[in-house]
């Protein structure tokens, strides 16, 4: 999707957020009581896979290329 363009995951990036996502916790939860995710949904698989998102690395020209290719339907 990023047609070649450097794309990276930075694991120092994931440890941090993970550790000290306690902002991030506190409004899943505050979401979960408000019934914003479907029933039966795993808060923290949703975490931990919000905290692997923040952690992807792109530069300028991959970050476009992939916004086209989304924006042209993948």
Known sequence: ?????YI???DAVY??????GHRNRALAHYMMENHC???GARLDDALSFY???CSIEVNADSAAVLAATLANGG
Request: aromatic share 16%.
């Open 51 to 53: 905290f692997q998102l």
């Open 15 to 20: 440890s941090s957020e993970n550790e000290t």
């Open 1 to 5: 999707m990023s047609g070649g363009e």
């Open 37 to 39: 995710f479907p029933d």
């Open 8 to 10: 990276g995951f930075n």
